[in-house]
């Protein structure tokens, strides 16, 4: 499956934005999805994770009640919406795909380039 993610930019801190990333190739539906983020410097980290279905959701801790995964299999779409931005959400922002429910890096399967999201103070 090729993953594309978009959607980010530069907002300031309190701000909202919603990433996207379309899937092409095999079944979305097949996936359990996940967002993850790299920060400079730092090692990419799991953002939010959401089953194939959408029935399930997980967070990280530092985006809980922040940030919203959704996904449209009918439109092979999984979304990530962001509010209440700080400057430490700065980051790469990467979508992956993964048949299992392992939502450390090493449990995905495929990943899409990155979009970059930069908060400002």
């Known amino acids: 499956v090729q993953l594309q993610a978009s959607g980010g930019g530069l907002v300031q801190a309190g701000g909202s934005l919603r990433l996207s990333c379309a899937a092409s190739g095999r079944t979305f539906s097949g996936y359990a999805m996940g967002w993850f983020r790299q920060a400079p410097g730092k090692e990419r980290e799991f953002v939010a994770g959401i089953s194939w279905s959408g029935g399930r959701t997980v967070y990280a801790d530092s985006v809980k009640g922040r940030f919203t995964i959704s996904r449209d299999n009918a439109k092979n779409t999984v979304y990530l919406q962001i509010s209440s931005l700080k400057p430490e959400d700065t980051a790469v922002y990467y979508c992956?795909?993964?048949?299992?429910?392992?939502?450390?890096?090493?449990?995905?399967?495929?990943w899409g380039k990155g979009t970059l999201v930069t908060v400002s103070s």
């Open positions: 992956a795909a993964t048949y299992g429910s392992d939502w450390s890096t090493d449990g995905m399967n495929y």
